[in-house]
């Protein structure tokens, strides 16, 4: 079988070509560069991750490329970031780099020429009746299906998750016992393209200031400025710089550039227990194709990268919009998040919605 593995620099990656190799496999090491192609400071192609891929290869002997995507990153998932802050909303580029870079460009450019595509990713797979599914990984903390909830049946069905059946202190163990380079490396955290630089001082480089009032949702009161809608998340409490707090964010009004919070340390506003999402993406099928609307379906899910995974009750209304009942309130809910929706054993991962 002729396999191209994604590689990073990472731990997980590595030991990843390692399985494979175990396996008896050979595959060809891919490093994808990334990032803004306006700001070669603002990426995440770094020469100590190629070192560590070259290094890699060549412990393995086998081959090992380079494929530059910046422009196709900048113009969709940057693109995509920008426009979603600047209207209000909560993107999740991490999710949409795999859907459109990892798993769609990087296909059309070489993956088309191999048989697999293998992957450090904490998932894993299943076979039922013949279609393949997304499933996860059995370490809550690593697992990232959630990262995966965009891509579609075609790119899972090609994918291979060579330590998603392990925990991550097993993969740590692997790499040490076969002497691997970045056995002890820390796993990179935020946003891949900005590098070190915080996500806010992007947002202001890209789309600047627009201040505007912020009141208190539940008088009207005005209490300040703010900077800029996109500068602020439903549902934070750090760093807003509001006088007489603490402050919660709570509400975005984007026509008339307000930003609404609530007074105390954990205001009932912050809470809800109703979502609504509209284009749910299902990964392999809907698996209540055959069941009628308004019919309620237990699930479990997230809405952000957590270990924890929420009860609730899953149904499509007469509009075609799912609405989901969670079991408990939720904190900082934000249009704009991906739900991503799981069966009720949370081992099969069915899809998400964007949150409205």
Same mark, same amino acid.
């Given at each position: ?8 620099? *990472? ?5 990843? $070509? ?18 803004? #192609?306006? &700001? ?54 991490? !999710? ?12 059309? $450019?070489?993956?088309?020429?191999? &048989?697999?595509? @293998? ?13 393949? +599914? ?7 903390? =690593?697992?990232?299906? &959630? ?27 692997? @790499?040490?016992?076969? %002497?691997?380079?970045?056995?002890? #490396? ?21 789309? *600047? ?11 009207? =009161?005005?209490?300040?400025?703010? #900077? *800029?809608? +996109? ?15 603490? +402050? ?39 698996? +209540? %194709? ?13 809405? #952000? ?12 209304? *007469? ?21 991503? !929706?799981? &069966? ?13």
């Amino acid at each position: 079988m002729n396999i191209a593995a994604l590689v990073s620099g *990472g731990v997980d990656s590595a030991v990843a $070509v390692h399985n494979l190799k175990e396996m008896g496999y050979n595959p060809h090491l891919f490093y994808i560069k990334i990032g803004s #192609r306006e &700001d070669q400071d603002l990426n995440c192609s770094s020469e100590e991750d190629i070192e560590i891929c070259n290094w890699l290869a060549k412990k393995y002997g086998l081959k090992m490329d380079i494929v530059d995507l910046h422009r196709q990153y900048w113009d969709m998932v940057v693109k995509y970031t920008m426009e979603k802050a600047k209207s209000g909303l909560t993107p999740n580029p991490d !999710v949409m780099c795999n859907k459109l870079i990892k798993f769609g460009c990087f296909e059309e $450019v070489i993956g088309k020429e191999y &048989d697999k595509i @293998a992957t450090g990713h904490y998932a894993t797979t299943e076979i039922i009746d013949g279609k393949t +599914w997304l499933a996860t990984s059995p370490d809550p903390i =690593k697992d990232q299906t &959630d990262f995966l909830c965009q891509i579609n049946f075609k790119q899972l069905s090609k994918l291979l998750f060579p330590i998603g059946h392990l925990y991550k202190h097993q993969v740590r163990s692997i @790499a040490l016992k076969n %002497n691997l380079l970045n056995a002890k #490396r820390k796993d990179s955290q935020g946003i891949c393209f900005l590098g070190n630089i915080d996500f806010r001082e992007y947002l202001a480089k890209y789309l *600047g200031e627009n201040p505007g009032d912020v009141r208190e949702i539940e008088t009207g =009161k005005k209490i300040g400025m703010h #900077r *800029g809608l +996109w500068f602020y998340t439903i549902g934070q409490r750090k760093g807003l710089g509001f006088s007489g707090g603490p +402050w919660f964010v709570v509400k975005k009004n984007i026509k008339r550039n307000l930003l609404f919070v609530s007074h105390g340390y954990n205001p009932e506003k912050v809470y809800k227990n109703r979502l609504q999402m509209t284009d749910f993406h299902f990964i392999t099928d809907n698996p +209540w %194709n055959k069941i009628s609307n308004n019919t309620e379906h237990h699930v479990t899910f997230k809405i #952000r990268h957590a270990p924890e995974f929420l009860n609730g009750s899953l149904y499509m209304n *007469g509009n075609n919009e799912w609405i989901l009942f969670s079991e408990q309130k939720i904190h900082g809910v934000a249009p704009g998040q991906f739900c991503v !929706v799981y &069966d009720d054993k949370h081992h099969l991962c069915y899809g998400s919605g964007e949150i409205s």
